[in-house]
T-cell receptor
Framework: KNEVEQSPQNLTAQEGEFITINCSYS?????LHWLQQHPGGGIVSLFM???GKKKHGRLIATINIQEKHSSLHITASHPRDSAVYIC????????????FGTGTLLAVQP | NAGVTQTPKFQVLKTGQSMTLQCAQD?????MSWYRQDPGMGLRLIHY???????DQGEVPNGYNVSRSTTEDFPLRLLSAAPSQTSVYFC??????????????FGSGTRLTVV
Protein backbone atom coordinates (compact mmCIF):
# COMPACT_ATOMS: atom_id res chain seq x y z
CA LYS A 1 0.00 0.00 0.00
CA ASN A 2 1.36 3.41 -0.97
CA GLU A 3 2.05 5.83 1.84
CA VAL A 4 0.31 8.60 -0.12
CA GLU A 5 -2.90 7.83 -1.98
CA GLN A 6 -4.71 10.22 -4.29
CA SER A 7 -8.20 10.01 -5.70
CA PRO A 8 -9.44 10.08 -8.30
CA GLN A 9 -6.60 9.07 -10.63
CA ASN A 10 -8.35 10.68 -13.58
CA LEU A 11 -10.97 13.40 -13.62
CA THR A 12 -12.82 15.04 -16.48
CA ALA A 13 -14.88 18.14 -15.79
CA GLN A 14 -16.81 20.74 -17.73
CA GLU A 15 -15.65 24.32 -17.63
CA GLY A 16 -17.08 26.09 -14.61
CA GLU A 17 -17.47 23.00 -12.43
CA PHE A 18 -16.23 22.77 -8.84
CA ILE A 19 -13.46 20.17 -8.59
CA THR A 20 -12.14 18.24 -5.60
CA ILE A 21 -9.03 16.08 -5.50
CA ASN A 22 -8.32 14.04 -2.39
CA CYS A 23 -5.11 12.90 -0.73
CA SER A 24 -4.74 10.45 2.14
CA TYR A 25 -1.49 9.51 3.81
CA SER A 26 -0.40 6.95 6.36
CA UNK A 27 2.83 8.39 7.77
CA UNK A 28 3.62 11.14 10.23
CA UNK A 29 4.29 14.38 8.44
CA UNK A 30 5.50 17.89 9.10
CA UNK A 31 3.80 19.36 6.02
CA LEU A 32 1.83 18.47 2.92
CA HIS A 33 2.40 19.90 -0.54
CA TRP A 34 0.13 20.26 -3.56
CA LEU A 35 1.96 20.49 -6.86
CA GLN A 36 0.88 21.07 -10.45
CA GLN A 37 2.46 19.56 -13.55
CA HIS A 38 1.36 20.47 -17.07
CA PRO A 39 1.90 17.87 -19.83
CA GLY A 40 5.57 17.76 -20.73
CA GLY A 41 6.23 20.50 -18.24
CA GLY A 42 7.92 21.14 -15.00
CA ILE A 43 6.48 20.94 -11.52
CA VAL A 44 5.11 24.00 -9.78
CA SER A 45 4.39 24.24 -6.09
CA LEU A 46 0.81 25.35 -5.38
CA PHE A 47 0.48 25.03 -1.62
CA MET A 48 2.31 23.89 1.45
CA UNK A 49 0.11 23.08 4.44
CA UNK A 50 0.78 22.06 7.99
CA UNK A 51 -2.74 22.78 9.28
CA GLY A 52 -6.06 24.34 8.33
CA LYS A 53 -6.77 25.87 4.97
CA LYS A 54 -5.08 28.01 2.34
CA LYS A 55 -6.55 29.86 -0.65
CA HIS A 56 -4.89 31.27 -3.74
CA GLY A 57 -7.19 32.61 -6.42
CA ARG A 58 -9.58 29.82 -7.43
CA LEU A 59 -7.56 27.17 -5.61
CA ILE A 60 -8.26 26.08 -2.03
CA ALA A 61 -6.32 23.47 -0.08
CA THR A 62 -7.36 21.99 3.24
CA ILE A 63 -5.75 19.50 5.58
CA ASN A 64 -7.04 17.45 8.51
CA ILE A 65 -4.02 16.24 10.45
CA GLN A 66 -6.04 13.94 12.73
CA GLU A 67 -7.65 12.17 9.79
CA LYS A 68 -4.46 12.28 7.67
CA HIS A 69 -6.36 13.72 4.75
CA SER A 70 -6.09 16.74 2.47
CA SER A 71 -8.22 18.10 -0.34
CA LEU A 72 -7.49 20.42 -3.23
CA HIS A 73 -10.48 22.33 -4.58
CA ILE A 74 -10.72 24.27 -7.81
CA THR A 75 -13.65 26.66 -8.13
CA ALA A 76 -15.01 27.77 -11.51
CA SER A 77 -12.68 25.40 -13.36
CA HIS A 78 -11.16 26.45 -16.67
CA PRO A 79 -9.45 24.48 -19.46
CA ARG A 80 -6.12 26.02 -18.45
CA ASP A 81 -6.47 24.13 -15.14
CA SER A 82 -5.95 20.90 -17.07
CA ALA A 83 -2.83 19.30 -15.58
CA VAL A 84 -1.63 16.60 -13.23
CA TYR A 85 -2.08 17.54 -9.59
CA ILE A 86 0.32 15.84 -7.21
CA CYS A 87 0.09 15.48 -3.45
CA UNK A 88 3.36 15.05 -1.56
CA UNK A 89 3.98 14.73 2.16
CA UNK A 90 7.06 15.94 3.90
CA UNK A 91 8.50 13.63 6.51
CA UNK A 92 9.40 15.21 9.76
CA UNK A 93 12.96 15.32 11.01
CA UNK A 94 16.17 16.70 9.63
CA UNK A 95 15.86 15.82 5.97
CA UNK A 96 12.53 17.27 4.74
CA UNK A 97 12.20 14.36 2.32
CA UNK A 98 9.06 14.21 0.17
CA UNK A 99 6.86 11.17 -0.46
CA PHE A 100 4.72 11.60 -3.55
CA GLY A 101 1.31 10.39 -4.60
CA THR A 102 0.90 9.17 -8.17
CA GLY A 103 -1.04 12.24 -9.22
CA THR A 104 -4.52 13.09 -10.50
CA LEU A 105 -4.87 13.85 -14.20
CA LEU A 106 -7.46 16.59 -14.61
CA ALA A 107 -8.98 17.51 -17.96
CA VAL A 108 -11.34 20.48 -18.06
CA GLN A 109 -13.39 20.61 -21.22
CA PRO A 110 -14.74 23.89 -22.64
CA ASN B 1 15.63 34.65 -12.60
CA ALA B 2 16.03 32.88 -9.29
CA GLY B 3 15.25 29.20 -9.31
CA VAL B 4 16.53 25.74 -10.11
CA THR B 5 18.26 25.24 -13.45
CA GLN B 6 18.51 21.76 -14.91
CA THR B 7 20.46 20.77 -17.99
CA PRO B 8 20.09 19.17 -20.44
CA LYS B 9 16.32 19.09 -21.10
CA PHE B 10 16.56 16.04 -23.33
CA GLN B 11 19.20 13.34 -23.69
CA VAL B 12 19.51 10.02 -25.51
CA LEU B 13 22.20 7.63 -24.32
CA LYS B 14 23.38 4.25 -25.45
CA THR B 15 23.52 1.46 -22.90
CA GLY B 16 26.78 1.64 -21.00
CA GLN B 17 27.46 5.31 -21.62
CA SER B 18 27.94 7.70 -18.74
CA MET B 19 26.67 11.24 -18.32
CA THR B 20 26.03 13.94 -15.77
CA LEU B 21 22.75 15.76 -15.24
CA GLN B 22 23.39 19.25 -13.97
CA CYS B 23 21.37 21.05 -11.31
CA ALA B 24 22.07 24.53 -9.98
CA GLN B 25 20.11 26.82 -7.68
CA ASP B 26 20.74 30.43 -6.75
CA UNK B 27 18.48 30.69 -3.70
CA UNK B 28 21.07 29.56 -1.14
CA UNK B 29 18.93 26.52 -0.31
CA UNK B 30 20.53 23.96 1.98
CA UNK B 31 18.51 20.99 0.79
CA MET B 32 18.77 19.64 -2.75
CA SER B 33 17.41 16.41 -4.15
CA TRP B 34 17.04 14.34 -7.29
CA TYR B 35 13.84 12.50 -8.22
CA ARG B 36 12.85 10.29 -11.11
CA GLN B 37 9.33 10.19 -12.51
CA ASP B 38 8.06 7.05 -14.22
CA PRO B 39 4.59 6.41 -15.70
CA GLY B 40 2.06 5.26 -13.12
CA MET B 41 4.38 5.95 -10.21
CA GLY B 42 4.93 8.89 -7.96
CA LEU B 43 8.23 10.70 -8.07
CA ARG B 44 10.89 8.69 -6.28
CA LEU B 45 13.88 10.06 -4.44
CA ILE B 46 17.27 9.07 -5.84
CA HIS B 47 19.76 11.04 -3.73
CA TYR B 48 19.62 14.11 -1.56
CA UNK B 49 21.92 16.56 0.16
CA UNK B 50 21.36 18.61 3.30
CA UNK B 51 24.33 20.87 2.66
CA UNK B 52 27.67 21.22 0.91
CA UNK B 53 29.80 18.12 1.43
CA UNK B 54 26.88 16.00 2.66
CA UNK B 55 24.92 13.55 0.51
CA ASP B 56 22.75 10.54 1.23
CA GLN B 57 20.82 7.89 -0.61
CA GLY B 58 17.12 7.99 -1.27
CA GLU B 59 14.70 5.28 -2.30
CA VAL B 60 16.27 4.32 -5.67
CA PRO B 61 20.01 5.19 -5.58
CA ASN B 62 21.49 2.26 -7.52
CA GLY B 63 23.29 3.28 -10.70
CA TYR B 64 23.56 6.95 -9.70
CA ASN B 65 26.20 9.02 -7.93
CA VAL B 66 26.02 12.55 -6.58
CA SER B 67 28.32 15.10 -5.04
CA ARG B 68 27.75 18.48 -3.41
CA SER B 69 30.95 20.51 -3.49
CA THR B 70 29.12 23.85 -3.34
CA THR B 71 25.76 25.01 -1.99
CA GLU B 72 24.63 25.90 -5.53
CA ASP B 73 25.35 22.73 -7.50
CA PHE B 74 24.15 19.15 -7.16
CA PRO B 75 25.04 17.06 -10.24
CA LEU B 76 23.67 13.56 -10.78
CA ARG B 77 25.96 11.07 -12.50
CA LEU B 78 24.89 7.96 -14.35
CA LEU B 79 27.91 5.70 -14.31
CA SER B 80 26.83 3.12 -16.91
CA ALA B 81 23.42 3.87 -18.36
CA ALA B 82 20.81 1.11 -18.54
CA PRO B 83 17.41 1.09 -20.28
CA SER B 84 15.79 0.92 -16.80
CA GLN B 85 17.10 4.44 -16.22
CA THR B 86 14.91 5.83 -18.99
CA SER B 87 12.84 8.36 -17.08
CA VAL B 88 12.20 12.02 -16.44
CA TYR B 89 14.51 13.43 -13.79
CA PHE B 90 13.73 16.39 -11.56
CA CYS B 91 16.00 18.32 -9.28
CA UNK B 92 14.44 20.18 -6.35
CA UNK B 93 15.67 22.45 -3.59
CA UNK B 94 14.28 23.82 -0.34
CA UNK B 95 15.34 25.56 2.81
CA UNK B 96 14.57 25.36 6.54
CA UNK B 97 15.92 21.96 7.44
CA UNK B 98 14.89 20.32 10.67
CA UNK B 99 11.38 21.71 10.56
CA UNK B 100 8.90 21.93 7.75
CA UNK B 101 10.38 23.54 4.70
CA UNK B 102 9.40 26.84 3.21
CA UNK B 103 8.36 24.99 0.10
CA UNK B 104 10.14 23.30 -2.73
CA UNK B 105 11.37 24.69 -6.04
CA PHE B 106 11.66 22.21 -8.89
CA GLY B 107 13.77 22.29 -12.00
CA SER B 108 12.13 21.92 -15.41
CA GLY B 109 13.16 18.29 -15.76
CA THR B 110 15.46 16.19 -17.93
CA ARG B 111 13.91 13.58 -20.20
CA LEU B 112 16.44 10.77 -20.53
CA THR B 113 16.14 7.85 -22.93
CA VAL B 114 18.60 4.96 -22.78
CA VAL B 115 18.64 2.76 -25.88
Amino acid sequence: KNEVEQSPQNLTAQEGEFITINCSYSVGISALHWLQQHPGGGIVSLFMLSSGKKKHGRLIATINIQEKHSSLHITASHPRDSAVYICAVEEGGATNKLIFGTGTLLAVQP
Amino acid sequence: NAGVTQTPKFQVLKTGQSMTLQCAQDMNHEYMSWYRQDPGMGLRLIHYSVGAGITDQGEVPNGYNVSRSTTEDFPLRLLSAAPSQTSVYFCASSTALGRFSYGYTFGSGTRLTVV
